[in-house]
């Protein structure tokens, strides 16, 4: 779909998917990425698990999730010292199966300040949150406000609740300079969600030309 349309999509990648899906056993999937990276596509480390389990919420960390996820914020509760072990466990990884990442994406978009800290201390550029991309240029930050365009297929209801927002997005955010689209292959398997995607990559694509981090 992005292929079709010039667009070169950055991949955010989990190293052992809830424990279960180590990328060291999925040889075949490994070489899809580095084929990819190869086409120029920009890697992301996306957590480590993805999943909560060992990480109970507070009632805290359940407000700031509430609607977000459902157990899937992974590096909601970490502090600093967890969030680098988890981070480096996932970039040794990477590093063994030949894949090398420029960034990391907390799953959900949750993590507490302290991760930006961890990012930067292992070397990596570039992280995000829901509301900024932030670049990692030594100890220093550069926070620079993009909206994302984000979808859920995970029910009827937050399948056609996201395809309302995503069309909200289009009518009060153009004036946005970066704006991102963030897909979950799982938002192609509802007829709703799959639609908008394509809806939302033609219009934002007619209104300014796709980018990466690495432009920024």
């Given at each position: 779909?992005?292929?079709?349309?010039?667009?070169?999509?950055?991949?955010?990648?989990?190293?052992?998917?809830?424990?279960?899906?180590?990328?060291?056993?999925?040889?075949?999937?490994?070489?899809?990425?580095?084929?990819?990276?190869?086409?120029?596509?920009?890697?992301?480390?996306?957590?480590?698990?993805?999943?909560?389990?060992?990480?109970?919420?507070?009632?805290?960390d359940a407000a700031r999730?509430?609607?977000?996820?459902?157990?899937?914020?992974?590096?909601?509760?970490?502090?600093?010292?967890?969030?680098?072990?988890?981070?480096?466990?996932?970039?040794?990884?990477?590093?063994?199966?030949?894949?090398?990442?420029?960034?990391?994406?907390?799953?959900?978009?949750?993590?507490?300040?302290?991760?930006?800290?961890?990012?930067?201390?292992?070397?990596?550029?570039?992280?995000?949150?829901?509301?900024?991309?932030?670049?990692?240029?030594?100890?220093?930050?550069?926070?620079?406000?993009?909206?994302?365009?984000?979808?859920?297929?995970?029910?009827?209801?937050?399948?056609?609740?996201?395809?309302?927002?995503?069309?909200?997005?289009?009518?009060?955010?153009?004036?946005?300079?970066?704006?991102?689209?963030?897909?979950?292959?799982?938002?192609?398997?509802?007829?709703?969600?799959?639609?908008?995607?394509?809806?939302?990559?033609?219009?934002?694509?007619?209104?300014?030309?796709?980018?990466?981090?690495?432009?920024?």
């Open positions: 779909m992005c292929c079709a349309r010039g667009v070169t999509p950055a991949l955010l990648v989990v190293p052992n998917w809830h424990g279960v899906w180590p990328l060291d056993r999925s040889p075949a999937f490994v070489r899809w990425v580095r084929e990819r990276a190869d086409e120029g596509a920009e890697i992301l480390l996306h957590g480590d698990r993805h999943d909560e389990v060992g990480a109970p919420r507070r009632w805290r999730a509430w609607g977000k996820t459902a157990m899937e914020g992974e590096f909601l509760t970490l502090d600093e010292r967890r969030a680098r072990e988890r981070i480096d466990r996932g970039l040794a990884l990477f590093a063994r199966l030949g894949l090398r990442a420029v960034g990391f994406v907390a799953p959900a978009w949750l993590a507490r300040p302290d991760c930006a800290r961890a990012v930067a201390a292992a070397g990596l550029r570039y992280s995000e949150d829901d509301r900024a991309i932030v670049i990692h240029e030594g100890r220093a930050t550069r926070r620079i406000p993009s909206p994302v365009v984000r979808w859920s297929g995970r029910t009827p209801v937050r399948a056609h609740g996201s395809v309302a927002v995503a069309g909200l997005r289009w009518r009060l955010q153009r004036g946005a300079r970066d704006l991102r689209l963030a897909l979950h292959p799982t938002d192609l398997d509802h007829p709703a969600t799959a639609k908008s995607v394509e809806t939302a990559l033609d219009r934002w694509l007619t209104d300014r030309p796709p980018s990466q981090y690495g432009d920024l």
